[in-house]
């Protein structure tokens, strides 16, 4: 499998709103690689500039979408595999034994009547108000208007 396809199979099974990141979808080609096959970095982001360049990569800030391009290809691309079972003949019939009359069925039993039952009263629970005081608060202190600078007069000499 080529970097490029396991990046596109990558992210449509991390199934990302916003896009996944290059971490998540390295770690998740890496758990479904081949044991044989060695891991080459330089080959993995060279496909992801190389799939934004062409057009099937979308790059959103840090992460990586398919394009609608490509969700449509691949789309395309999985619906051909499908092919309609092929259909079995018809195994001939075997003729059934008749059914037996099933025994006639037992009238269920009147259910019993229950008594009434008594009507509980539910006890009247007071609900005690507590009377919320105001905090005084401490009195303000007046502030005095404040004089005027007087200008000094000069010194005598």
């Not at 075997?94 to 509980?120: C, D, F, G, V």
């Amino acid at each position: 499998m080529s970097y490029k396809a396991g990046i596109i199979k990558a992210i449509t099974e991390l199934k990302d709103r916003t896009g996944s990141s290059s971490i998540a979808i390295k770690k998740h080609m890496q758990e479904n690689m081949a044991a044989d096959k060695k891991w080459l970095n330089g080959m993995f982001l060279k496909a992801l500039k190389e799939g934004v360049a062409s057009g099937v990569f979308i790059k959103v800030k840090a992460s990586y979408k398919l394009s609608p391009a490509a969700k449509t290809a691949e789309k395309k691309k999985a619906a051909p595999k499908k092919k309609p079972a092929p259909k079995k003949k018809a195994a001939p019939k075997k003729k059934t034994a008749p059914k037996k009359k099933s025994a006639p069925k037992k009238k269920a039993a009147p259910k019993k009547k229950t008594a009434p039952k008594k009507k509980t009263e539910k006890k009247k629970t007071t609900t005690t108000t507590k009377k919320t005081e105001k905090k005084k608060s401490a009195p303000k202190k007046k502030t005095e208007k404040k004089k005027p600078a007087t200008k000094k007069k000069p010194a005598k000499k």
